[in-house]
């Protein structure tokens, strides 16, 4: 092992997004995607010339082709493999055909990609190690296909750490350790964990846990898709014959799945969002009329249709505390995870019914990768 017993980086390999930190001069510092995001997608396409993309260029891709869909509304055309969500089947022997490619890939293979990718954007794809978070809930074969996939993107050695603890760890250097019991509440885009730690002088330890695997971000998506968007079509253009199938209603709300996530991340800091859709991206209504989409989301229309959704994530949340016979006035903190939850409206919901004590301060979209560098670099 040529890394003089030091690791220097970590990496969160989300569900929906994944984000790469390293130590610099001994604080951690997250590495721009290719695109200078903080986070990259977790998703992988192969296109026709059997070429292989990673993060935003196969988003990119797989948004282009739900559009293209609803030109034919024919579900053959697309001609992009593209795999999303397979840290879902991390360790089970699913695999993941691909037409361009006439192969087979196993979920390891898929998050080897993801993170070569995101080693290389951080000029970090030696080979050396590397600190990975996983969820506190993985059992010992999903923990080693995680090891695997980054033996397959090239490093040497690996450690793991559980994502509320890398969380915890980012809150505790940069807002200061206050021992006690944190809840991590951890929206993403997929998935929802909600995590019970003990904090106690510097050391964190996972007391419980409980989630949901199918609650997250894009749920959001589609309901803001299903009660604004359709109901707007519904009441501008034909789109009956559309709805009454059950294919093409599925294209065109896979279609305007990525508007309502656009409207949904400016909704976090602004009180409305702007949708607008190109002429004829949409296909067209029953009639042959360009179905278009240009209107105002307001948090006012946006938020009682989110509310179910961060309404469950906290019930889980009230069922972990009763469970250990705590009441929310006996957290030290409340700290957040995943870019849902940036919504102002679920940080007053958790304030009113968990905690006041929620912790705003840190950038919950790259919290665990920050985590896993600071513990890599006390390894």
């Not at 991390?90 to 192969?103: H, Q, R, V």
């Not at 995101?118 to 190690?129: F, K, R």
């Not at 846990?209 to 359709?230: C, H, M, Q, R």
Request: glycine letters at 8%; charged letters at 20%; hydrophobic letters at 40%.
């Amino acid at each position: 092992m040529h890394n003089n017993g030091k690791i220097n980086r970590g990496m969160d390999l989300g569900t929906t997004n994944s984000a790469m930190a390293i130590m610099e001069n001994g604080a951690p510092v997250i590495k721009k995607t290719s695109t200078q995001k903080d986070t990259m997608p977790s998703i992988v396409s192969v296109n026709r010339r059997r070429a292989v993309h990673v993060g935003d260029m196969a988003a990119n891709e797989a948004a282009n082709q739900a559009l293209r869909a609803t030109k034919t509304w024919d579900k053959r055309h697309a001609g992009t493999d593209v795999f999303k969500e397979f840290k879902r089947t991390m360790g089970t022997t699913e695999t993941y055909y691909s037409k361009n490619l006439k192969e087979n890939f196993t979920s390891e293979q898929l998050s080897a990609e993801i993170i070569k990718a995101l080693s290389a954007c951080a000029g970090a794809n030696d080979g050396g190690c590397i600190v990975i978070s996983v969820p506190a809930k993985f059992d010992a074969t999903q923990k080693t296909a995680t090891v695997n996939a980054a033996h397959l993107a090239g490093f040497q050695y690996v450690e793991l750490i559980q994502e509320p603890i890398a969380a915890a760890i980012t809150y505790g250097v940069t807002t200061g350790q206050s021992d006690g019991f944190w809840l991590v509440f951890d929206l993403g885009g997929g998935t929802f964990d909600g995590a019970l730690l003990r904090v106690e002088g510097g050391a964190q330890q996972v007391v419980d846990t409980e989630g949901d695997s199918f609650l997250g971000g894009k749920d959001i998506d589609y309901a803001l898709v299903d009660k604004i968007f359709i109901p707007y079509l519904e009441k501008n253009f034909s789109i009956g014959k559309i709805l009454a199938s059950e294919s093409k209603r599925s294209m065109l709300r896979q279609a305007m799945k990525h508007y309502a996530e656009q409207a949904k991340v400016q909704l976090s800091t602004a009180p409305a969002a702007e949708v607008l859709s190109d002429l004829g991206e949409l296909g067209c209504d029953d009639n042959g009329t360009e179905l278009e989409l240009d209107l105002t989301i307001t948090r006012e229309m946006a938020n009682p249709i989110m509310h179910p959704f961060f309404e469950k994530a906290i019930d889980i949340c009230k069922k972990i505390l009763e469970r250990n016979h705590l009441e929310g006035s006996q957290l030290s903190k409340l700290i957040l995870v995943g870019g849902p939850t940036l919504s102002p409206y679920l940080r007053q919901m958790l304030m009113e019914q968990i905690t006041p004590a929620v912790d705003t301060s840190i950038d919950p979209m790259t919290a665990v990768a920050k985590g896993a560098a600071l513990y890599a670099a006390t390894r």
